[in-house]
C-alpha cells in the first residue's frame, strides 16, 4: 500500500462514449481544487479517443491526464494498475437498455481491476455492481459530475478507506480464481 499513488485514477479498455470517460473528464477541474497531484490515465483506444483528447484541451487538463493509448504487454499493464489508487467504470445508462451491451455482460476489466487491489467507482450498469459495492471494493454512482467528482475525492482522500477497499478488492478476485471456480463446479459432481 506504500507503493501505491494515492492520487492516481485509472481506465483501461476500448474508447467508446458508452464508457463514460468524457464525463470523468468533465469532474476534473473539481478534483484538481481537492486534490492538486491528482492524475487520470487513460489506458486504451477506440473511435472516440479523439473526441476525448479535444475535450481535455478544451477543458485546459493536460497537466492531470494522460492518454496512452493500448498496453499490450500483461505485464506493464498489471503494474499500472496495482500501482494506481482506484479505477473507474462509468458506463453511460440508458432507459431502454439495448443500446448498451455492458447491460448484458460481464465485463472482464472489472475483474482485473479487483485482481489488481484497484476499489471500482462505476455506474449500476453491469449486472455485479450491487455485489462490488456491497463487499466493499466499490461505490456506485449515479451517471453525474458531481456524484462522480465526490466518489472519486472522498475514496483518495480517506486513506483508511482506500486500503480497506483495496483488501477487499482482492479478496473478492478470488472468486475468480480458476481453481476455487473449478473446485466448486466439480464439488457438485
Known amino acids: 500500500f ?27 477541474p473539481d478534483i484538481v481544487r481537492k486534490i492538486p497531484d491528482f492524475k487520470f490515465f487513460i489506458v486504451g483506444g477506440g473511435e ?8 481535455i484541451k478544451k477543458l485546459q487538463i493536460e497537466k492531470y491526464v494522460y492518454v496512452v493509448g493500448w498496453i499490450r504487454e500483461r ?3 498489471d ?14 445508462p440508458e432507459k431502454e437498455k439495448k ?19 484497484l476499489p471500482i467507482i462505476l455506474t449500476n450498469v453491469p449486472y455485479n455492481a450491487g455485489q462490488i ?4 471494493c466499490g461505490i456506485i454512482v449515479s451517471y453525474s459530475k458531481n456524484n462522480i467528482a465526490r466518489a472519486i475525492v472522498d475514496l483518495m482522500e480517506d486513506t483508511e478507506k482506500l486500503k480497506n477497499f483495496r ?8 472468486e475468480f480464481d480458476w481453481t476455487n471456480i473449478f473446485d466448486k463446479a466439480f464439488g457438485r459432481l
Open 75 to 77: 505485464e506493464k499493464l
Open 2 to 28: 506504500k507503493d501505491v499513488k494515492k492520487h492516481q485514477l485509472l481506465f483501461v479498455g476500448h474508447l467508446l462514449e458508452k464508457q463514460g470517460v468524457q464525463l470523468v473528464l468533465d469532474t476534473i
Open 79 to 92: 503494474d499500472m494498475m496495482s500501482e494506481s489508487a482506484c479505477a473507474i467504470a462509468i458506463y453511460k
Open 48 to 55: 472516440y479517443e479523439s473526441v476525448l483528447k479535444e475535450k
Open 167 to 174: 483488501l477487499n478488492a482482492l479478496e473478492m478476485a478470488k
Open 133 to 136: 459495492q456491497s463487499k466493499k
Open 99 to 117: 443500446y448498451n451491451f455492458t447491460y448484458y455482460s460481464d465485463p472482464t476489466k472489472l475483474k482485473d481491476y479487483l485482481g489488481a487491489g
